[in-house]
């Protein structure tokens, strides 16, 4: 059973930062590409940044230059330093492994979701 779990989320004000983490866990023998998506309220799940197992990083035009996606592949583990944050980008921010392989399997997960909220 693989799971993701995140962490990192919370309240700050304009222009401060954040740090949101998602560890992927269980008998995992690889994954493509991890990413962070996020959904505001009322709108659909987007995309915000992904990262490839060679590296490759891809964002959003939104948070270009403020966003900044990593990854630690042998603790599965990725993560997306948020910096001058805007009301804007409140929104529940949620992880995304891309083609898991276990033994039995290869498929996509997501994580639970983490609230980040932008607000003065």
């Known amino acids: 059973q693989v799971q993701l779990v995140e962490s990192g989320g919370g309240l700050v004000q304009p222009g401060g930062s954040l740090r949101l983490s998602c560890a992927a866990s269980?008998?995992?023998?690889?994954?493509?590409?991890m990413g962070w998506y996020r959904q505001a309220p009322g709108k659909q799940r987007v995309l915000v940044a992904t990262?490839?197992?060679?590296?490759?990083?891809n964002y959003a035009d939104s948070v270009k230059g403020r966003f900044t996606i990593s990854r630690d592949s042998a603790k599965n583990t990725v993560y997306l330093q948020m910096n001058s944050l805007k009301p804007e980008d409140t929104a529940v921010y949620y992880c995304?492994?891309?083609?898991?392989?276990?033994?039995?399997?290869?498929?996509?997960?997501w994580g639970q979701g983490t609230q980040v909220t932008v607000s003065s």
């Open positions: 995304n492994a891309d083609k898991v392989r276990t033994i039995l399997t290869m498929r996509d997960y």
């Open positions: 990262i490839t197992s060679g590296g490759n990083t």
């Open positions: 269980g008998s995992i023998f690889s994954i493509n590409a």
